[in-house]
Nanobody, 120 residues
């Protein structure tokens, strides 16, 4: 099994910054991609940013230019640097890690979620 431990988050004023971290451990042969999603009450979980093992990144339009995703492949850790935060960024942020087996099978794992609240 794979365990994901998230850290960061909390309360921040609009315009401020927060950094999220997510470390994966356990039975990992390889990682295909890692990412961050967020969810607000009554809404579907949405992709915020993702990064592949090769370093390719993808961002939601609403966070481009403000958020930066990065990873440390040696530590199986993904980060999300969030700058210029807005109240609409308030959500529970979930880490996602997609592992790959020796035969190329992909499997998704999720963190427990961390609350980010941006006040006006």
């Amino acid at each position: 099994q794979v365990q994901l431990v998230e850290s960061g988050g909390g309360f921040v004023q609009a315009g401020g910054s927060v950094r999220l971290s997510c470390a994966a451990s356990g039975s990992i042969f390889g990682i295909n991609a890692m990412g961050w999603y967020r969810q607000t009450p009554g809404s579907q979980r949405e992709l915020v940013a993702a990064i592949t093992s090769g370093g390719n990144t993808n961002y939601a339009e609403s966070v481009k230019g403000r958020f930066t995703i990065s990873s440390d492949n040696a530590k199986n850790t993904v980060y999300l640097q969030m700058n210029s935060l807005k109240p609409e960024d308030t959500a529970v942020y979930y880490c996602n890690v997609q592992t790959k087996s020796r035969v190329g099978q992909l499997q998704d794992f999720w963190g427990q979620g961390t609350q980010v609240t941006v006040s006006v």
